[in-house]
Nanobody, 125 residues
Framework: QVRLVESGGGSVQAGDSLRLSCAASGGTLSGSKVGWFRQNPGEECVFVAAVVWSGGRTVVAASVKGRFPISVDVAENSVHLLMNRLKPEDSAVYSC??????????????????WGQGTRVAVSS
């Protein structure tokens, strides 16, 4: 069974960069879709970015477009989210998710079967 582990979160200043990684164990991400979502306490889970492993199709939320590229790392069986020019409103717990069976609706969290535990990002002004 595939497990996902996020890493790379932390506390930074506005304008800084962080790279989040979503590493898979117990199986491969090959042939899956992988998405990043973020959530604050009491708020909805919000789509950030996603990639379809085969073909490399990506979708990025308008709020982070141009700042948060998402990429596949075949050698490390991982997906990375590079977060540039961070803003205080980017603060949240970021979770990655994957699904090997359905490659549509990349922005909908309910279409992902496997989730990591999340990594916290805090951006101060």
């Amino acid at each position: 069974q595939v497990r996902l582990v996020e890493s790379g979160g932390g506390s930074v200043q506005a304008g800084d960069s962080l790279r989040l990684s979503c590493a898979a164990s117990g199986g491969t991400l090959s042939g899956s879709k992988v998405g990043w979502f973020r959530q604050n306490p009491g708020e909805e889970c919000v789509f950030v970015a996603a990639v379809v492993w085969s073909g490399g199709r990506t979708v990025v939320a308008a709020s982070v477009k141009g700042r948060f590229p998402i990429s596949v790392d075949v050698a490390e069986n991982s997906v990375h989210l590079l977060m540039n020019r961070l803003k205080p409103e980017d603060s949240a717990v970021y979770s990655c998710a994957a699904d090997h069976y359905y490659f549509g609706d990349l922005e909908r969290p309910l279409t992902y079967r496997i989730w990591g535990q999340g990594t916290r990002v805090a951006v101060s002004s």
